[in-house]
Structure formats: C-alpha cells, structure tokens
C-alpha cells in the first residue's frame, strides 16, 4: 500500500492532509493519534469507502475500491450485535463469502479455510459456541479470524485491543504474527503506544495531518507526541514511551 501525500474529506470537510508512507508486504505498520485524528478514516479510504481528494492511495498496485477483495477489515468487536443467533463458526466462515458467492453453498475447502483460522486465534474449541456468548476480547480474536479466513493480502484493524485481556491481546498478536510471516502486510489503529512499540515495524503519526511515519523509536519520540497530541502530558514508560492522555 502507498500513501502519495493523500488527502481525505468528507464532503467538503477535510478529514486528513497530506499522509505519505508504504505498508510493505509482511510488515506491520500502527496508526497513532488521538481521538478525531484521522486514524478510521484512513482506513475508511484505503477500503475505498471515503474519497481522497487529492494525493493518491495505491492498494496493492490499484486503486483502494478496485483491491477491496484482497483487503480484509476487522471492526471493533462490539459493532457486531452479540445477540445476532450464529455460533462462532459461522461468523468465521462468514469470511469465505466472496470465494463462495451468495449463492454457492460453502465448501470443504471454505470449512477448512474458516477451522484454520480459527485454531490460529486460538478458539478452535469455541467453534460450537454462540458468537455473544464470548467475552468482548474473545469476538474479537473470532472477527480476526473471519477476516484471516478469506486469506488478505492486506489486512487493516480498527483498534482492535481495545477492552482485550492479556490473553485476548497476545492470541490477537500471535495470530498478527503468523499472518505477516506469511507475507500479509498489517494495519493496526490503536491507542497503545507500548504495543506499538512492541509489535509494530513502523508508526505512522497522525493528528488531522501527518506528523511522522517510520520505527517507534524514531517517531514515538516525547517532541513528535507532544505535537501530535497537541501538548497533552506525555512520559517515558519503562515498555517505551506512554502518553498520558488528559
Ligand atoms: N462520516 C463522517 N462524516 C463527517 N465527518 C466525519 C465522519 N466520520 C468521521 N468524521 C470526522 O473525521 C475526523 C476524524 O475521525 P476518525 O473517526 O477518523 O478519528 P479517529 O482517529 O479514528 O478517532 P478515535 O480514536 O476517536 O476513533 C473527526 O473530526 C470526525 O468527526
């Protein structure tokens, strides 16, 4: 993915200017910023979903609508109604639906495809189960799954640790882990710093506009924050550099 100085607006309002970088294949790249920064929105228009209005974003050599089915999205879990009646399986094999089509029954091969991920979250024994029936972290790592199930190129996150316990956090990064040493290349929005630190290759830094892309340790800097976070108290955690968040 490439991000050639990309604008992004709603309408005629501006959301976010100018954002340059490359997400390679295999690499894992966090998107920084406080609340309104920009970080869903670019998300939103490397899915195609919101128009850039100058600049350019190239999605797997094309243009971000054209990539779409080699894309994968993971919403923040609770945008899934947990009452919805289908076990978590079904929310996995959900997943295979463009390789199936919407008339095709799923076949041996999706079941496997949907098994596989599953068990690479780490909730193989939850197949069973009813999706609402699972903790907020454990829908998550099944949303990751049905994503990994329709095998990405490119796969974005829309803050997914959010709420997950440490168990839900290192399933969610173990299965990261497999994907990008497969070649998927990575989008993580988040509000964790130490994480990104910890398991990102590269920070973009957004705050309407960009502010640094590269490693943690060279855009994760107290300066680069504090101007990021429009001077919001920041300090150095022994895990790396954590934002005090006022
Ligand atoms: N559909 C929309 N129409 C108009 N403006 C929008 C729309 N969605 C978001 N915005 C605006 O775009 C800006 C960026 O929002 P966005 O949701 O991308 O931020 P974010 O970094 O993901 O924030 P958070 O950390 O709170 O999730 C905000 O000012 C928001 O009000």
């Excluded at 609508?65 to 959900?94: H, I, K």
């Excluded at 994907?179 to 964790?192: E, R």
């Excluded at 910890?198 to 640094?212: I, M, P």
């Excluded at 919001?232 to 005090?244: F, K, M, P, Q, T």
Aim: aromatic fraction near 4%; proline fraction near 5%; charge should be positive.
């Amino acid at each position: 993915m490439v991000l050639a100085d990309a604008s992004i607006a709603y309408g005629r309002i501006p959301a976010l200017e100018r954002v340059s970088g490359r997400v390679l294949a295999g690499r894992t790249v966090a998107l920084i910023g406080p609340n309104g920064a920009g970080k869903s929105t670019l998300i939103k228009a490397v899915l195609g979903l919101v128009p850039v209005v100058s600049g350019s974003i190239t999605v797997l050599g094309q243009a971000p609508a054209r990539a779409r089915r080699e894309v994968g999205y993971v919403p923040q879990a609770d945008t899934l109604d947990p009452d919805f009646p289908v076990s978590v399986a079904q929310v996995v094999l959900m997943g295979r639906y463009r390789q199936v089509g919407w008339v095709r029954r799923p076949g041996a091969a999706d079941r496997a495809a949907a098994a596989e991920a599953l068990e690479t979250v780490g909730l193989a024994h939850r197949a069973r189960d009813r999706f609402g029936t699972l903790s907020g972290g454990q829908r998550q790592r099944v949303l990751l799954a049905r994503a990994i199930a329709a095998r990405p190129r490119l796969l974005l996150l829309d803050e997914p640790f959010n709420g997950v316990d440490a168990v839900s956090q290192d399933a969610l990064l173990a299965a990261l882990a497999k994907l990008t040493a497969a070649g998927t290349a990575v989008v993580i929005s988040t509000h964790d710093l130490a994480l990104a630190h910890l398991a990102c290759d590269e920070v973009c830094l957004l705050n309407r506009h960009q502010f640094a892309f590269g490693p943690p340790a060279a855009t994760l800097t107290p300066e680069l924050l504090r101007a990021a976070y429009g001077g919001a108290a920041v300090e150095l955690g022994s895990h790396g550099v954590i934002v005090a968040r006022s």
